[in-house]
Structure formats: structure tokens, C-alpha cells
T-cell receptor, first 114, second 111 residues
């Protein structure tokens, strides 16, 4: 069966510091991968998605970037955090074949920028 | 742009009651999904719908893909305390497996 991991679970970072959040998927090959941000427990906003290694599409211009160095690894980064980057960051995967609309989410990372 | 309007925003019900919530849009979609999110966790997929008019059940949950392809409905029968959470609708957005999400319906169940 497939599992998705995110770490860290929680993070408190000062403004201006760098960020690296990691997501890994097990039990599947060549998945589509997604990064979302959720503010105040509502409304998931798609930030990035990837259909393969090194292939990243950005949905919203922002202070963040994403990378996919391996098939089942997706990383969200920032060089300098802003207060507005606080939120709940969710990684999701879907199969790269057939019914790609069914997305499965990880447990999330709660980021607080102080 | 495309937007999903989910209602109600919140519901406070008594254990054992049935629940109905819906999601509407001015855009046509080919896929509707319903997720449940509990506090501090990621959303969990409940039901996926792929055909207009389709009615699908998952235990006490039943969801329908509206015949106009612009809406979807989720019903929960005989609610129990563990049904508490935020329920999100989602629909296919452009191409490439991307989803657009509603703002969620927060469900509270009083024992």
C-alpha cells in the first residue's frame, strides 16, 4: 500500500530564515506530486505540482520554490521566509496514470513564521 | 476564474441526525471529490465521482455528481461524534490532475 510522509510536523522559524520541507511517497512509482498551503483551517491553495523528476509547475507567484530530486521526493523551499508564509503545508500524490484526480494527502507541516 | 461555493459554512447537529451539504459552481467539471479533514491532519478522500448523475455511497456517506455537472452533494446519515471535521469538495481544474477546492463545511456533532 502507498504511504506519504512529511517532515517536520511542526516548525517555528524567524522572518528571513530559509525553509526546507520534505515530502516522500512510498509504494508507488512516478506519482504526480503536489504542494498545497492551507490558511486558518480552510481553503487549500495549490502551490506547485510535478509530473516527474525535475518537472515543476508553479501555480501562484510567491516566495517559495519546489524541487523534485527523486521520483518520490518533493521539497518545498524558501530562501527568506515572510510572516505571510505561515500556514499548514500539505503534500499530496496521485497516480501518474489513469484516474489522476484522486489525490492523497500527507499529514502536513504546521509552519509558524515569527 | 473557476470557484467552488460550498455551503453551509458550518453545521451544528445532534448525534443521529442526517446531514446534507453541497458544492456549486458556474463552471462545468468532469470530476467531483469529497474529502474530510480532522484538526491538525491532512484531508482524507471519502468519495470520487466521475459521471454526471452518478450516486456513490461509502458507508453512511452518499455523494452525487449533479446532472448539470456544476454541482455535487454529500449526505451523511445517522451522524456520530467521529463525523466531526471539515468536509471539502474538490473538482478537476484545467488539466494535469489538478484540483480546485471549496472552502469547506465544518461539522460539529453534539452527543
Amino acid at each position: 500500500s502507498q504511504t506519504i510522509h512529511q517532515w517536520p510536523a511542526t516548525l517555528v522559524q524567524p522572518v528571513g530564515s530559509p525553509l526546507s520541507l520534505e515530502c516522500t511517497v512510498e509504494g508507488t512509482s512516478n506519482p504526480n506530486l503536489y504542494w498545497y498551503r492551507q490558511a486558518a483551517g480552510r481553503g487549500l491553495q495549490l502551490l506547485f505540482y510535478s509530473v516527474g523528476i525535475g518537472q515543476i509547475s508553479s501555480e501562484v507567484p510567491q516566495n517559495l520554490s519546489a524541487s523534485r530530486p527523486q521520483d518520490r521526493q518533493f521539497i518545498l523551499s524558501s530562501k527568506k521566509l515572510l510572516l505571510s508564509d505561515s500556514g499548514f503545508y500539505l503534500c499530496a500524490w496521485s497516480t501518474g496514470q489513469g484516474l489522476t484526480y484522486e489525490q492523497y494527502f500527507g499529514p502536513g507541516t504546521r509552519l509558524t513564521v515569527t | 476564474g473557476q470557484q467552488l461555493n460550498q455551503s453551509p459554512q458550518s453545521m451544528f447537529i445532534q448525534e443521529g441526525e442526517d446531514v446534507s451539504m453541497n458544492c456549486t459552481s458556474s463552471s462545468i467539471f468532469n470530476t467531483w471529490l469529497w474529502y474530510k479533514q480532522e484538526p491538525g491532519e491532512g484531508p482524507v478522500l471519502l468519495i470520487a465521482l466521475y459521471k454526471a448523475g452518478e450516486l456513490t455511497s461509502n458507508g453512511r456517506l452518499t455523494a452525487q455528481f449533479g446532472i448539470t455537472r456544476k454541482d455535487s452533494f454529500l449526505n451523511i446519515s445517522a451522524s456520530i461524534p467521529s463525523d466531526v471535521g471539515i468536509y471539502f469538495c474538490a473538482a478537476d481544474y484545467n488539466q494535469g490532475g489538478k484540483l480546485i477546492f471549496g472552502q469547506g463545511t465544518e461539522l460539529s456533532v453534539k452527543p
